[in-house]
């Protein structure tokens, strides 16, 4: 009995040592022609997770302490570390290691920068220098928080670099609340986001949002496009995926629209991904760089699957503005169901390395029902033993170096540099162009700007898909709004239907121009897909005048969003649409513009009516009968986007209630009721509330008869 026990601890040791060191060379596969090595033993790192080098090689690793953890108990014993590797004598193995920085709460991700380490980890974003170089960082600087997390792994990711040469996160959807210096909010909310910053932490900005658990890590292809792996991006069923990340774009998830629209711009239905790859908990992702590996792989991205053991290659090619997926085909795979690949990313020698975190990670993985911390992982690299011979005409180094000339201007940021850089948007490269459209997009207020305007514009109306799709970026992203530039975007929006990233773009360009005098002209286009969006951005329009106000008055709830339906309010609505039937859209109509239901007094279709409510010339594409049923019956139920009524109280005592129709420096204008608006000077308002009660008139089946209610709705249904 003594022996057998004996042999069970021999056999459970020597089991340990054999993941700790990393020795489970033969349960991975990769295809004909390539090997793979162990590049890191356990003794120098154990439970990695993401990496990155310096310039001199080195790699530094984000890795745990092999405990699942919560929030709290990550803040109390500060558990996890950054551990740096050297390969002394070139051979491809590290061989040193010294724990660059220890006492940190979760890192997942780090980047060098500078002569600085650059890390993600749960809470905040840190810069860590070692001034001495000796392998410890002696300096700590909290560059951007604070960010919410619970210890799943499902918040801050990174951080990247982009091709601008500022700094990129992924934050995943537990909330963040961001002071500058001075303790004012510069960002708040719950949505998941990319964020961006200097690598100094000022200039804070949103790129991209979305209702997604856990976006994790993002590249950027020598264009300057931004693509991502993203966790629960679908949710039933699970959708883990990769996504093109379109400035100023909202992702799903669908289930957390609300928050969603709370917090950004909407442009229409939520931003498709680029391909879904089911439930396998995406982590690392790397695009392959140079032709060493032949130039199938090159510009190729690498993904790795959590849940399945594998390593995935993505073969992209070019469709419309965006992407599309080629091929999906397994590039590492691993029979040991504790090898759980979490990072991969390209060596300065060219191969790629694998990190695998081992199997100690559960609270965030349903498929990992068991922590399993004695096995440690380990890191892999992957070489190439055969090469077919490149094309002879192979040019693409030299159009990377164009490319990267073309960045370095950029970084510069200088009068001069960013004057060259306006200028490449005249280049017969259509590639230059778009990278030059791009690069723009932070660029500050000054000549450039000016300067680089009608080239932009021009862009945006005659350039090829991606080209448009950037240059509108970039003019929104400035605020243009001149008549020219807003009827091009007007004479675009048709050719976009089947391109969603290239309409979002042109809906953000026209809600971000403002110009609402063009948009209530194209409201009245005939063609359906100008009129609807010309409606909806006149819509955000009205959200964002109400938003705005809201913020200038410290004691203004939520806007509301209506009175929920009673039981008797529930019944009465079924009883009604039982009893109705299709109705005659001609008569309808008549029963639209009568004074008898005063519809038209604030609902505008096509050419006709008010303008205090929303537009409805397009209502019956996106409500139901019933929807569009509740909505006369009971108005105060529901209210759309950006004409929520609100209670406005004065200094005089009185108080009035409608619809906010803009605002100004002085003054905000209320829509009262179905005919009459108000001007009130900003100086006269004491304060301002969200009501419940909307300004169209109740009880309207008094008014009208079954047969006109009947009538009315089949106008409606036919918009």
Not at 240 to 254: A, F, I, N, T
Request: glycine share 8%.
């Amino acid at each position: 009995m003594v022996l057998r026990s004996l042999l069970a601890l021999v056999f459970i040791l020597s089991t340990a040592c054999s993941y700790g060191d990393g020795l489970s060379l033969k349960s991975i596969h990769v295809p004909e022609g390539y090997k793979v090595e162990l590049a890191a033993p356990a003794s120098l790192v154990r439970h990695p997770m993401m990496a990155d080098f310096d310039e001199q090689g080195r790699l530094y690793v984000a890795a745990n302490a092999g405990e699942n953890l919560p929030r709290a108990e990550l803040e109390k014993q500060l558990p996890n570390f950054i551990r740096r590797l050297e390969d002394t004598d070139g051979d491809g193995v590290f061989d040193q290691a010294t724990t660059f920085a220890d006492r940190m709460t979760f890192p997942q991700g780090c980047l060098w920068l500078d002569g600085s380490l650059y890390v993600a980890s749960s809470g905040a974003i840190w810069k860590l220098t070692d001034t001495d170089d000796d392998g410890v960082a002696d300096q700590r600087q909290k560059l951007v928080g604070d960010f919410g997390y619970t210890g799943n792994a499902a918040d801050v990711h990174g951080p990247f670099l982009g091709p601008e040469g500022r700094i990129y996160w992924c934050e995943g959807r537990h909330g963040h609340e961001i002071l500058d210096d001075e303790g004012k909010i510069i960002s708040k909310g719950k949505a998941a986001r990319i964020f961006s910053c200097r690598t100094d932490g000022s200039d804070v900005q949103t790129f991209a949002t979305g209702g997604m658990d856990n976006p994790v890590e993002i590249v950027f292809t020598p264009e300057g496009d931004m693509l991502g792996t993203v966790n629960l991006m679908y949710a039933q069923p699970r959708g883990d995926c990769l996504v093109h990340w379109q400035y100023g774009g909202v992702y799903p998830r669908e289930d957390f629209a609300e928050s969603l629209e709370q917090e950004f711009i909407r442009t229409g239905p939520l931003l498709p991904e680029l391909y879904n790859f089911g439930h396998v908990a995406v982590s690392g992702l790397c695009q392959f760089e140079g032709n060493g590996w032949g130039p199938d792989t090159s510009g190729s991205l690498f993904v790795t699957q959590f849940n399945t053991n594998r390593v995935v290659q993505v073969h992209l090619k070019p469709h419309k503005s965006t992407y599309e997926v080629k091929e999906v085909e397994d590039f590492l795979v691993s029979s040991d169901k504790d090898f759980h690949p979490t990072d991969v990313l390209q060596s300065p020698d060219g191969s790629l390395l694998v990190i695998n975190t081992g199997g100690w990670f559960r609270i965030g993985c349903p498929q990992s029902s068991v922590a399993k911390s004695h096995i440690h992982g380990g890191i892999y690299r992957i070489r190439r033993t055969e090469l077919t011979q490149q094309p002879a005409n192979d040019t693409k180094p030299q159009r990377t170096s164009d490319i990267e000339h073309l960045w370095q201007i950029r970084r510069k940021a200088s009068n001069k540099s960013l004057s060259e850089l306006g200028k490449q948007l005249k280049s017969e490269n259509p590639t230059i162009r778009q990278i030059a459209a791009r690069a723009l997009l932070d660029v500050p207020p000054g000549p450039t700007r000016d300067q680089s305007i009608p080239q932009l514009a021009q862009l945006a109306a005659q350039g090829s898909p991606s080209e448009r799709r950037n240059a509108i970026a970039t003019l929104s992203r400035w605020e243009v709004n001149d008549d020219q530039y807003t009827s091009t975007l007007l004479e675009i929006l048709p050719h976009t239907q089947n391109d969603p990233m290239l309409h979002h773009a042109v809906i953000l360009g026209l809600i971000r121009g403002g110009r609402r005098d063009l948009l209530r002209q194209a409201v009245l286009d005939p063609n359906p897909t100008v009129s609807g969006g010309a409606s909806l951005a006149l819509a955000e329009l009205h959200r964002l005048s109400e938003k705005k106000v809201a913020s200038q008055w410290l004691d203004i709830p939520a806007p509301s969003l209506g009175e929920p339906l009673t039981l008797p309010q529930q019944q009465m609505l079924l009883q009604m649409e039982s009893r109705l039937d299709d109705g005659n859209p001609i008569r309808g109509r008549e029963v639209f513009f009568s004074t008898q239901a005063t519809c038209s007094k604030c609902h505008r279709v096509a050419d006709r009516g008010g303008q205090v409510g929303p537009n409805l010339s397009t209502i019956g594409r996106s409500r139901s009968r019933r929807d569009l049923l509740e909505s006369i019956l009971f108005p105060s139920a529901t209210f759309a986007r950006g004409f929520a009524p609100y209670i406005v109280a004065t200094s005089d005592g009185k108080t009035h209630s409608g619809i906010i129709l803009g605002e100004g420096t002085d003054q905000l204008r209320l829509g009262l009721d179905q005919e009459k608006s108000i001007s009130l000077p900003n100086a006269s308002i004491e304060a301002i509330r969200g009501s419940n009660s909307s300004i169209m008139p109740a009880d309207i089946q008094k008014t009208l008869s079954e047969r006109q209610l009947a009538d009315l709705l089949a106008f409606l249904q036919s918009l």
